[in-house]
Nanobody, 129 residues
Framework: QVQLVESGGGLVQPGGSLRLSCAAS????????IGWFRQAPGKEREGVSC????????YYADPVKGRFTISRDLDGNTMYLQMNNLKPEDTATYFC??????????????????????WGQGTQVTVSS
């Protein structure tokens, strides 16, 4: 069974930090461009940060630049999103994804609705006092 499972979400106060993890089973992420996406109620799903398998080229959406950091394990089984200085507008369900074909980090994030991807079920991040 091929699946991605996110963890690490929760309730945090503004200015706080969280680290999201995404674990793969049934396949390895080693050769996939992978990324994090989020969707708030009433809004479209948007790319947050993505990283390539070759060269580890990273892309960050403007709202999270300087605050979030994407990374991946060398074993190819886990990806992470370190989220610092969280803001209320970061509140959303966060999904990890792996693209099935070669794609740039920027394109993977910007084209958030492409279908050739494995998706996790999502983890909720709520930033509130």
């Amino acid at each position: 069974q091929v699946q991605l499972v996110e963890s690490g979400g929760g309730l945090v106060q503004p200015g706080g930090s969280l680290r999201l993890s995404c674990a793969a089973s049934g396949f390895t992420l080693r050769h996939y461009t992978i990324g994090w996406f989020r969707q708030a109620p009433g809004k479209e799903r948007e790319g947050v940060s993505c990283i390539t398998s070759v060269g580890s080229i990273k892309y960050y959406a403007d709202p999270v630049k300087g605050r979030f950091t994407i990374s991946r394990d060398l074993d190819g089984n886990t990806m992470y999103l370190q989220m610092n200085n969280l803001k209320p507008e970061d509140t959303a369900t966060y999904f990890c994804a792996a693209h099935a074909f070669r794609i740039t980090a920027q394109e993977m994030c910007v084209r958030a609705t492409l279908s050739n991807r494995f998706w996790g079920q999502g983890t909720q991040v709520t930033v509130s006092s």
